[in-house]
């Protein structure tokens, strides 16, 4: 059966940490999602503690986040931070504003550097990858789309398909998952409120309680070598509520 991971930066605003990882193993999750703020300037002994807290709650964490920046100039850590942490799965999840290309060149480069950067972290048995949000399919001068671009520069590419945001960027996942389901190898799981609700979570909803079609979807991605399912909220206020929630949600897909 599959299972539903919980993304550690949904619990960003609810310090401390050890009370998150409490709350999700005590409501039957087994898997987190690690980021950058959380690892990124650990050192050896700190990580260490973070993998023996992981494994007092019954947490593994397969997957994590990892800035480009960091990928690219910091393989070391990065590594350091995948082994000590038990990963299997590595993601860069963004591309700042000021740093988009505008054009399907530029993002055919992009995703070349993607995947030359992944490289190393290929050969060292990791899945590598990008993690989308909603500009990647937001259309290009010549009608292509950044993911489409991201994805035949970098043909080896990995994606953690995270399905809400393609909704947001205006496509439609279904189309998305039939065309490069072969690539989705971790999926998040979020739900968008009805418009106009939930503006102070910023229009998220917990997982069940929107308009998202995850019935339908969660079919769909089992044809998918997908085998990380992981809640997000990008902005709840209620970490409890979000917790409880949506694993029940899920557990009745």
């Keep these: 059966m599959t299972t539903l991971g919980f993304q550690l930066y949904s619990a960003r605003n609810f310090p401390p940490l050890s009370d998150t990882l409490k709350l999700v193993a005590g409501e039957g999750y087994k898997e987190v999602e690690g980021y950058g703020g959380l690892y990124?300037?650990?050192?050896?002994t700190a990580l260490k503690s973070f993998r023996a807290e992981l494994d007092a709650n019954g947490l593994t964490m397969p997957t994590g986040h990892f800035g480009l920046d960091m990928l690219e100039k910091e393989p070391a850590q990065a590594l350091l931070i995948a082994k000590t942490l038990g990963l299997s799965a590595i993601y860069c999840p963004h591309l700042v504003a000021e740093l988009r290309p505008t054009d399907a060149e530029g993002w055919y480069a992009f995703g070349k550097r993607l995947s030359e950067v992944g490289k190393r972290y290929q050969d060292a048995g990791?899945?590598?990858?990008?993690?989308?949000h909603d500009f990647e399919f937001k259309a290009l001068?010549?009608?292509?789309?950044?993911?489409?671009?991201?994805f035949a520069g970098g043909p080896d590419l990995a994606w953690e398909a995270d399905i809400a945001w393609v909704i947001r960027g205006g496509a439609d996942?279904?189309?998305?998952?039939?065309?490069?389901g072969k690539k989705i190898t971790a999926v998040h799981v979020k739900d968008i409120a009805p418009a106009?609700?939930?503006?102070d979570e910023d229009g998220w909803a917990d997982l069940g309680h929107g308009t998202v079609p995850w019935k339908d979807l969660l079919e769909a991605l089992k044809k998918t070598p997908a085998k990380h399912f992981v809640l997000e909220h990008d902005n709840p206020n209620d970490i409890v509520r979000l917790a409880k929630r949506s694993i029940a949600s899920f557990n009745s897909y």
């Design 141 to 150: 001068p010549d009608g292509s789309t950044p993911q489409e671009q991201i």
């Design 126 to 132: 990791y899945t590598f990858g990008w993690h989308n």
């Design 196 to 199: 106009g609700e939930n503006t």
């Design 173 to 180: 996942p279904f189309a998305w998952i039939e065309s490069y």
């Design 40 to 44: 990124a300037t650990l050192d050896e």
